[in-house]
């Protein structure tokens, strides 16, 4: 007897694992590195090559990574978001170009406006392995202290900046 309920037990465990996962967004994934030291990196500044940018360039402003590429066609999708958060100034906005052709990530901005402060080139894609990141796009929000405070994976859309991404960086910034 003892035996049969073992796989009626087995069955219910699973049970309540999927119903938990059917009440999460599969948008969100959970990323290690939050409320951690933002990774340290320092790479070209696609416009300047001869010229270095470090994350520690950022310390004491709360500041916003865009991974992005020129091939990337869900960054078309949210362009139109970060240009029109750029004309706001309400945070710097660094780009990563990543694993990318500096020359078409240069073109592409050229084509579409260029919503960052600056651009680093990440041609090998080592700083965004750094960061975790396994697509693009993806956003981090990074702290006064150098601290990843937030990620965005996939595109930002206009919901997730006046819901979740806008107040979390005035909230930072006080």
């Known amino acids: 007897m003892k035996k049969a309920l073992i796989p009626l037990g087995l ?17 969100v994934v959970p990323s290690p590195l939050i409320d951690k030291p933002a990774p340290t990196f320092s790479g070209p500044v696609l416009a300047q090559p001869d010229k270095q940018f470090s ?9 916003l990574l865009n991974v992005w590429a020129s ?3 869900a960054c078309r999708q949210e362009h139109p978001v970060l240009m029109d958060l750029a ?3 309400a945070v710097p906005l660094i780009g990563l170009d990543y694993k990318d052709v500096p020359e078409d990530g240069l073109k592409w901005l050229a084509r579409h406006g260029n919503p960052y402060q600056l651009a680093v080139i990440d041609r090998d894609g080592r ?3 750094d960061f975790g990141v396994y697509g693009v796009p993806e956003t981090f929000l990074i702290d006064k202290a150098g601290k990843i405070r937030f990620k965005q994976i996939g595109p930002i859309t206009e919901e997730a900046l006046r819901d979740h991404i ?4 005035k909230e930072l910034q006080k």
């Open 71 to 73: 091939w990337c066609t």
């Open 11 to 27: 069955f219910l465990v699973l049970v309540v694992f999927l119903a938990i996962g059917l009440t999460r967004d599969p948008r």
């Open 55 to 63: 994350g520690k360039d950022m310390l004491g402003q709360v500041w």
């Open 87 to 89: 004309k706001t100034n």
């Open 166 to 169: 806008l107040p979390l960086i």
């Open 127 to 129: 700083i965004g392995i």
